[in-house]
């Protein structure tokens, strides 16, 4: 069981109003929508997509990475790395 | 017609592809997987977004910025103006 | 002269306060002090930044490349190209 | 003692050399060089800070968070939290 499957209906939920927005996109484009509306309904998107991948990493912290310090060992140090480049990758992305 | 209709099907797949990424996403958070594999499925969405949105602008400014510079006055003052606002909310989203 | 050099003022005093921040920061090192507050610190050195980058490019987008827009031509495309370069650079970094 | 102290030499210099960046942005714009120029040279000193803030809380997420998991109970939830909202805070500047 992953750490976030306590809000899992939240996580799909949101999913499925990016996916909301990507369609949208998909229509904006086809019907020749102006560039700086298409732009900021990207910057919308964006934004949710960020929301999301924060609310899950912060239920990663909570669990998978708290429970791996409780133990600790090489496998907390293992965790630890493996979010902080999980961070890193949000950031740059 | 908007500036970016020569790659109306570029953009379009590339949008496609997203949606893609999205629907994967959702199948991830339903089959439990791991939240480090999810999150680094949300940084190459969220990169894909923001190389959309790239080359949307790119054109908006060859074509839409550079035809209301050329016609001078308050219109290109005002083009520039809103381009600016999309180039922030972009950069901070 | 430099596109910018009606704000010259305003940009040299927005990095000056940009560097009395990473002063700040140096010394909150120096004295240990607790890492979310060094965090915070940094978010607020680098949205400064941003902040200066997105001015200097609106500034950039009026005069350089309205400019070279208003003569048309491969320059023009070329200015728009460079400034597409450096807000993609702005946004991945 | 801060978490991040055994790297503190590390950070002190990582920080000195953002200070460097700044100090040579102000006299880019004192000599009026050309936009562009100095738009990379800000990105490159935005990507130094978050470079900086990266490893720092990663620092943090092994000592501070961890030895609060440790202990469990409201503490350890709080200093998730705390991170979290660093994370957030980074991500978002």
Do not use: W
Not at 9 to 22: N, S, T, Y
Not at 68 to 74: F, R, T, V
């Amino acid at each position: 069981m992953a750490g976030y499957s306590a809000n899992k209906q939240d996580h799909a939920m949101r999913l499925r109003r990016v996916e909301g927005q990507i369609r949208g996109l998909q229509r904006m484009v086809e019907d020749d929508q102006y560039c700086i509306d298409i732009l900021t309904q990207v910057s919308a998107a964006t934004s949710a997509l960020k929301a999301f991948s924060l609310s899950l990493l912060e239920e990663h912290l909570a669990h998978c990475v708290a429970e791996a310090a409780q133990k600790g060992g090489p496998e907390a140090d293992a965790k630890v790395k493996e979010a902080s480049d999980a961070i890193a990758r949000l950031v740059r992305s």
